[in-house]
């Protein structure tokens, strides 16, 4: 008799396609140190001689750069994280579920979850800047010179926000969803307000969830360059960092200075400290959703 | 002695007072549960058929009837917790203490406060001991002492106080399975409903735990009306006064226990009752 595909067959199918993904990423790896090694390398013998002005001059453009990375990761959050929850306490809760126009928003919500990133850097001066700043600027009255109708730190930090909002608002939903209905149920029983399921139910048992979705989502986005091209980020600039100025940035920065011809050696000593600083503190993002992971496991466990 | 109002949580029916004498001259007794003409429907599919009956005050009413017979559901209509299921359609009337549970112009926080109800699956809220039990107290605004002194009271009502006395702030989902339930009782408890609903208060425990949790509702008949629904038939005919039984959404014959069980009027709970399935 024909049983059809075997079952020994799909079992080392998905074996080796695992394994592979593990050996790419371990390549990945291997190619990042290839590349930064051999400029560590020279980049070191360069700063042999004792150079400690082009070191010092180094630290600084680090700490402006990790300034305005810091600066306009923090903005993201304010902008995304609050928004997300809410969507995701409204789609999980509220929404009155099998209603099409649920449907109809959580289907947004997914598809936005995929738009390439290149697309929101448009859509971010396309809507930031031309609508919202240009109409600020309109509004002031002085069109001599734009102050908001141009790429600046308040545009990309929310350009990123709308690009993270999708996938923040997906990861918390999920989570709200974990918690057992039983719980949600109980808690109705006992006479409590939809309000009070959320504050004293929902929210109490799914934060370890929440957070881990925001921890991934935030580490993404503070290493995200494409939105930031056409919306704020320039390699180099003499004014402060303020809302509606351009700014440095360090992801930006090692997309500037490795795309710099190679005329320009004296600047591959910065790539390559943005370049650690950048893999070590996404190390630290996973780290810290990894340790949540951990706790909710643990939760998971207790609740059985 | 007077609670703050804050406490006073319902209208209690708990035990005769002054202000209870006096509803009960303007309405029915507000413990009586009486359903009319119900029918429910899950979208196209019909779970309860112009279900009547008269639950009695402070005594123990058990509905019995194969899976699927639509007991729990009929649980569900008297607390409107089958509001949260989407796509459900109901017409006849359910009162409990005169007062139609549909009336818009009830507040369904309070009529389930009024109408508390313990679910099969006994899953206390991953907190201590204490916070689960004053869940309900502090939603209604309740707090600091007055709060530990109900909390306390309920626990020991429930026979738990001993058992959880040294844990309270101990996490509940360490207790064991039989005092998971008996905390989840507790917890509906703490805010003093008038009726209780039960969906299958003792069902995958062990025979010393059931045996506990029907002592429990034996004497909690004193001050509540109790509704449960059973699977296992020597504890409807063990526990309850009334025994209601219900077979494909339909009431086939509701009487005294004793009746139900030894000379039913309708053959088909006879074949219930006595194993006999055709």
């Given at each position: 008799?024909?049983?059809?595909?075997?079952?020994?067959?799909?079992?080392?199918?998905?074996?080796?396609?695992?394994?592979?993904?593990?050996?790419?990423?371990?390549?990945?790896?291997?190619?990042?140190?290839?590349?930064?090694?051999?400029?560590?390398?020279?980049?070191?013998?360069?700063?042999?001689?004792?150079?400690?002005?082009?070191?010092?001059?180094?630290?600084?453009?680090?700490?402006?750069?990790?300034?305005?990375?810091?600066?306009r990761t923090l903005l993201m959050s304010l902008a995304a994280i609050p928004a997300g929850i809410l969507t995701a306490v409204y789609l999980a809760e509220y929404a009155?579920?099998?209603?099409?126009?649920t449907?109809?928003l959580r289907w947004l919500v997914h598809g936005l979850a995929g738009v390439?990133s290149?697309?929101f850097?448009?859509l971010g001066?396309?809507f930031w800047?031309?609508?919202?700043?240009?109409?600020?600027?309109?509004?002031?009255?002085?069109?001599?010179?734009?102050?908001?109708?141009?790429?600046?730190?308040?545009?990309a930090s929310l350009t990123l926000a709308m690009m993270t909002l999708p996938v923040l608002v997906v990861s918390t939903e999920q989570a709200l969803r974990s918690v057992?209905?039983?719980?949600?149920?109980?808690?109705?029983?006992?006479?409590?307000?939809?309000?009070?399921?959320v504050m004293?139910?929902l929210l109490p048992n799914a934060w370890v969830g929440i957070a881990s979705g925001v921890v991934l989502t935030v580490g993404r986005a503070f290493?995200e360059?494409?939105p930031?091209?056409?919306?704020?980020?320039?390699?180099?600039?003499?004014?402060?960092?303020?809302?509606?100025?351009?700014?440095?940035?360090?992801?930006?920065?090692?997309?500037?200075?490795?795309?710099?011809?190679?005329?320009?050696?004296?600047?591959?000593?910065?790539?390559?400290?943005?370049?650690?600083?950048?893999?070590?503190?996404?190390?630290?993002f996973?780290?810290a959703a990894?340790?949540l992971?951990?706790?909710i496991?643990?939760?998971?466990?207790?609740?059985? | 002695?007077?609670?703050?109002?804050?406490?006073?949580?319902?209208?209690?029916?708990?035990?005769?007072?002054?202000?209870?004498?006096?509803?009960?001259?303007?309405?029915?007794?507000?413990?009586?549960?009486?359903?009319?003409?119900?029918?429910?429907?899950?979208?196209?599919?019909?779970?309860?058929?112009?279900?009547?009956?008269?639950?009695?005050?402070?005594?123990?009413?058990?509905?019995?009837?194969?899976?699927?017979?639509?007991?729990?559901?009929?649980?569900?209509?008297?607390?409107?917790?089958?509001?949260?299921?989407?796509?459900?359609?109901?017409?006849?009337?359910?009162?409990?203490?005169?007062?139609?549970?549909?009336?818009?112009?009830?507040?369904?926080?309070?009529?389930?406060?009024?109408?508390?109800?313990?679910?099969?699956?006994?899953?206390?809220?991953?907190?201590?001991?204490?916070?689960?039990?004053?869940?309900?107290?502090?939603?209604?605004?309740?707090?600091?002492?007055?709060?530990?002194?109900?909390?306390?009271?309920?626990?020991?009502?429930?026979?738990?106080?001993?058992?959880?006395?040294?844990?309270?702030?101990?996490?509940?989902?360490?207790?064991?399975?039989?005092?998971?339930?008996?905390?989840?009782?507790?917890?509906?408890?703490?805010?003093?409903?008038?009726?209780?609903?039960?969906?299958?208060?003792?069902?995958?425990?062990?025979?010393?735990?059931?045996?506990?949790?029907?002592?429990?509702?034996?004497?909690?008949?004193?001050?509540?009306?109790?509704?449960?629904?059973?699977?296992?038939?020597?504890?409807?005919?063990?526990?309850?006064?009334?025994?209601?039984?219900?077979?494909?959404?339909?009431?086939?014959?509701?009487?005294?226990?004793?009746?139900?069980?030894?000379?039913?009027?309708?053959?088909?709970?006879?074949?219930?009752?006595?194993?006999?399935?055709?």
């Amino acid at each position: 008799m024909n049983r059809g595909f075997p079952d020994w067959i799909f079992r080392r199918l998905t074996g080796v396609v695992a394994w592979a993904l593990f050996a790419s990423v371990l390549s990945l790896v291997l190619g990042l140190l290839l590349v930064v090694v051999p400029v560590f390398l020279s980049g070191w013998d360069g700063q042999e001689g004792g150079s400690s002005p082009a070191l010092d001059h180094r630290g600084s453009r680090l700490s402006l750069l990790l300034l305005g990375t810091a600066t306009r990761t923090l903005l993201m959050s304010l902008a995304a994280i609050p928004a997300g929850i809410l969507t995701a306490v409204y789609l999980a809760e509220y929404a009155p579920s099998g209603a099409r126009a649920t449907r109809i928003l959580r289907w947004l919500v997914h598809g936005l979850a995929g738009v390439p990133s290149v697309i929101f850097g448009l859509l971010g001066l396309g809507f930031w800047i031309s609508v919202v700043g240009v109409g600020l600027d309109r509004m002031a009255g002085d069109s001599a010179a734009p102050v908001w109708g141009r790429p600046g730190l308040l545009w990309a930090s929310l350009t990123l926000a709308m690009m993270t909002l999708p996938v923040l608002v997906v990861s918390t939903e999920q989570a709200l969803r974990s918690v057992p209905q039983e719980l949600r149920l109980a808690a109705m029983a006992l006479g409590a307000t939809r309000l009070q399921v959320v504050m004293r139910i929902l929210l109490p048992n799914a934060w370890v969830g929440i957070a881990s979705g925001v921890v991934l989502t935030v580490g993404r986005a503070f290493g995200e360059v494409v939105p930031l091209l056409f919306t704020g980020a320039v390699a180099e600039t003499q004014r402060s960092l303020a809302l509606d100025e351009p700014f440095v940035d360090l992801a930006h920065q090692v997309f500037v200075l490795g795309t710099r011809s190679p005329e320009h050696p004296s600047s591959r000593p910065l790539l390559l400290t943005c370049v650690w600083v950048l893999v070590f503190l996404s190390l630290l993002f996973h780290a810290a959703a990894a340790v949540l992971r951990s706790r909710i496991l643990r939760a998971e466990q207790d609740r059985l | 002695m007077l609670l703050p109002r804050s406490c006073d949580l319902g209208s209690s029916g708990r035990s005769k007072t002054a202000s209870d004498a006096v509803t009960s001259e303007s309405s029915p007794n507000p413990a009586r549960i009486e359903i009319q003409d119900l029918s429910f429907w899950y979208g196209s599919t019909q779970v309860l058929r112009s279900v009547s009956m008269v639950v009695p005050e402070r005594q123990i009413t058990a509905l019995i009837g194969p899976s699927g017979c639509g007991k729990s559901t009929l649980l569900g209509c008297l607390n409107r917790m089958n509001d949260l299921i989407p796509g459900v359609r109901q017409s006849g009337v359910c009162r409990v203490g005169g007062v139609d549970v549909q009336d818009p112009g009830v507040d369904v926080t309070e009529l389930r406060r009024r109408v508390g109800m313990v679910f099969q699956k006994a899953i206390p809220f991953p907190q201590s001991v204490f916070d689960n039990v004053a869940f309900g107290l502090r939603i209604g605004g309740c707090s600091g002492s007055e709060l530990e002194d109900r909390v306390a009271s309920v626990l020991q009502r429930t026979g738990l106080w001993d058992e959880v006395r040294d844990g309270l702030n101990g996490n509940a989902l360490g207790l064991s399975e039989g005092q998971r339930q008996r905390l989840c009782i507790a917890r509906a408890l703490a805010v003093d409903p008038v009726v209780l609903l039960l969906d299958e208060p003792a069902c995958a425990l062990d025979p010393i735990s059931v045996g506990r949790i029907e002592e429990l509702i034996r004497d909690l008949r004193r001050d509540h009306t109790i509704l449960l629904t059973t699977h296992p038939l020597q504890q409807a005919a063990r526990l309850s006064d009334q025994t209601a039984f219900l077979q494909a959404g339909e009431l086939v014959e509701m009487d005294s226990t004793e009746r139900v069980f030894s000379q039913p009027r309708d053959p088909r709970t006879e074949d219930y009752v006595t194993g006999r399935f055709r």
